[in-house]
């Protein structure tokens, strides 16, 4: 994995329109993106985590340029992409593909696994002509799939089967950049570490880079080399794979954590239950977005000013980010100057 940053996104928000007044300007706003900042590293392989509703598919879509931001920027190989027209856009979309959660509606039905892929190599001229039966070929072995395939249509295949025949088309721009969207979630469990393995093996490969968005933290545990948690579209803590699983810093991280089955009993953590309210996204809680489900408050030397002011990421040990301010008592302390 290089150092070197690929991917750099600062104060991304991501704000819908729900409802409107007479004149058509908006009285009620969803935040499901709320100012978030990382760095994808190229090579690395970054887990993106958290439950339905977080807003990590939103950033996912924004990335690749499905949303356009409402504010923030997304800088890719130091230029910044998120201000640019849909023409200006396009040399940098076929670098950035997405990888779709579902394997059943994501695949035109009208069209065999061979148009499918050929389709995005000849519209971009990625290839000559002469050469694209034999990419096709090529990027279903690469799938573990047979190149005799080609001339078959989606509803012929499984659920594991098409979601490899996606990850093919999306190899098929030849991107530096895939966003995985929960890929896994809608397959079954014997055919998940399949797509995961096969995902590792064709980032070795091909050289890539991945934003893996999952759910849960057991699914991210096995591809990615850090991994970040979202909550009610903020960034809540960010580490090296290793460190977030052994030392889990904020409280929502802790509980997702001890949902995890286990097969161990020396892994085997104390189930955390979540309690309270969940904040709504339209008008959220003016601090902290876990302040009404926290079960950490008792203790806490900084907690009276999580239902008045929101906790920053910080880093409170070498690349371990988080955004609590147990951990970052200096931050209370300014809350209240």
Same mark, same amino acid.
């Given at each position: ?10 104060? @991304? +928000? ?72 849909? +023409? ?7 670098? @950035? ?37 034999? +990419? ?8 573990? @799939? ?122 085997? +953590? ?68």
């Amino acid at each position: 994995m290089s150092d070197n940053i690929l991917l750099d996104i600062k104060g @991304l +928000r991501k704000y819908f329109t729900v409802d409107t007044n007479f004149f058509g300007r908006p009285t009620s706003t969803l935040k499901a993106v709320d100012g978030v900042s990382l760095q994808i590293r190229e090579g690395e392989a970054l887990g993106l985590v958290g439950e339905s509703g977080c807003g990590k598919t939103t950033v996912g879509k924004m990335i690749v340029g499905l949303y356009r931001p409402t504010a923030g920027e997304i800088t890719y190989q130091g230029k910044n992409i998120s201000k640019l027209s849909e +023409r200006e856009r396009r040399h940098y979309s076929r670098e @950035l593909q997405l990888i779709f959660q579902d394997p059943y509606s994501s695949l035109n039905p009208r069209m065999t696994v061979g148009q499918i892929i050929e389709e995005p190599i000849r519209i971009n001229k990625l290839r000559p002509r002469r050469e694209i039966d034999d +990419r096709v070929g090529y990027l279903l072995n690469a799938v573990g @799939l047979s190149a005799n395939y080609r001339n078959r249509f989606p509803h012929e295949f499984s659920g594991g089967q098409r979601q490899r025949i996606g990850i093919a088309r999306a190899l098929a721009m030849e991107p530096k950049l895939i966003v995985c969207d929960e890929p896994v979630s809608a397959l079954d469990v014997s055919i998940q570490a399949q797509v995961l393995n096969l995902l590792d093996e064709l980032k070795e490969e091909f050289g890539l880079t991945y934003l893996f968005i999952a759910h849960g933290l057991g699914v991210v545990k096995h591809i990615s080399d850090r991994v970040g948690v979202m909550y009610l579209g903020r960034l809540v803590e960010l580490a090296p794979k290793h460190e977030l699983y052994a030392h889990p810093m904020h409280p929502y991280t802790r509980a997702l954590l001890s949902a995890i089955p286990v097969t161990k009993e020396s892994e085997r +953590r104390d189930r955390i239950l979540l309690e309270g309210d969940v904040t709504s996204p339209i008008d959220p809680h003016p601090g902290c977005r876990f302040f009404s489900r926290c079960y950490a408050h008792a203790g806490c030397t900084g907690c009276e000013n999580c239902d008045k002011h929101s906790p920053a990421l910080v880093e409170v040990s070498p690349e371990h980010y988080v955004a609590c301010y147990k951990y970052s008592p200096q931050q209370a302390t300014a809350a209240t100057l």
